[in-house]
């Protein structure tokens, strides 16, 4: 299977971010939401460093057959993972 990887931002107040970091399966045009990083000021080239570290281990180690996490629109994809994480 082949994926698009897309980065989703979204602001929380006025020092704090959450990056989305979303898949699209390109066989089937759905999506899911690998996982959600969240920046505070100041960000530090360590905590940008162990997020993309982070997000290649998850997508290697996490099987991506699940047909509940893949939606229609990134838009849903991300509304089911804030639900389901928060």
């Given at each position: 299977m082949v994926y698009q990887?897309?980065?989703?931002?979204?602001?929380i107040g006025?020092?704090?971010a959450v990056r989305y970091f979303?898949?699209?399966?390109?066989?089937?045009g759905k999506y899911r939401v690998q996982s959600a990083d969240f920046f505070?000021?100041?960000?530090?080239?360590?905590?940008?460093?162990f997020f993309e570290s982070q997000?290649?281990?998850l997508f290697i180690e996490t099987s991506s057959a699940g047909v509940d996490d893949w939606h229609v629109t990134?838009?849903?994809?991300?509304?089911?993972?804030?639900?389901?994480?928060?």
């Open positions: 990887e897309i980065r989703i931002w979204k602001k006025s020092d704090m979303c898949l699209l399966d390109i066989s089937s505070r000021l100041p960000v530090t080239a360590e905590q940008v460093k997000a290649a281990e990134i838009e849903k994809a991300i509304e089911m993972h804030e639900k389901n994480f928060s």
